[in-house]
């Protein structure tokens, strides 16, 4: 299944339902691409991985290489919603203490409430 990106606004947060797999080829591409635009309007974005069923080490790669960006861009990009399977991958690689991660989509927008 191709990845479908969905970009909505909830309470001033730019969130972004991925749906499908996140791998390595046009998939990263169209999620590299449309976070890096995002980037140059929007500093607070929560991506949904709720519809997401499967990321490879490509995907990961532009995960990582993602938080960067928006590091970089004085920016925060924070995920929700994972499913067993992505948890399960960040736990095993570590990156679940790179990335910002909540339970719900809500609890991670308001996050950016507490933090301001």
């Known amino acids: 299944m191709q990845l479908k990106l969905d970009t909505r606004t909830v ?9 499908g797999r996140i791998i390595f ?3 990263t591409s169209q999620l590299r691409d449309t976070i ?9 974005i929560v991506l949904n991985l709720s519809g997401t069923n499967y990321i490879d080490s490509g995907g990961l790669g532009t995960l990582v290489s ?9 920016a925060s990009l924070k995920l929700a919603n994972l499913t067993q399977r ?3 991958l ?4 570590k990156l679940l203490t790179v990335f ?3 339970e719900s989509e809500q ?3 308001d996050s950016f409430r507490k933090a301001a």
């Open 107 to 109: 609890a991670a927008v």
């Open 11 to 19: 309470d001033g947060v730019t969130v972004m339902d991925c749906s």
């Open 36 to 44: 890096k635009n995002l980037l140059t309007d929007h500093k607070r």
């Open 100 to 102: 910002d991660v909540y």
């Open 25 to 27: 080829g046009e998939e």
């Open 86 to 88: 992505v948890g399960d």
């Open 66 to 74: 993602l938080y960067t960006s928006a590091r970089n861009a004085d």
């Open 90 to 93: 960040l736990q095993v690689t």
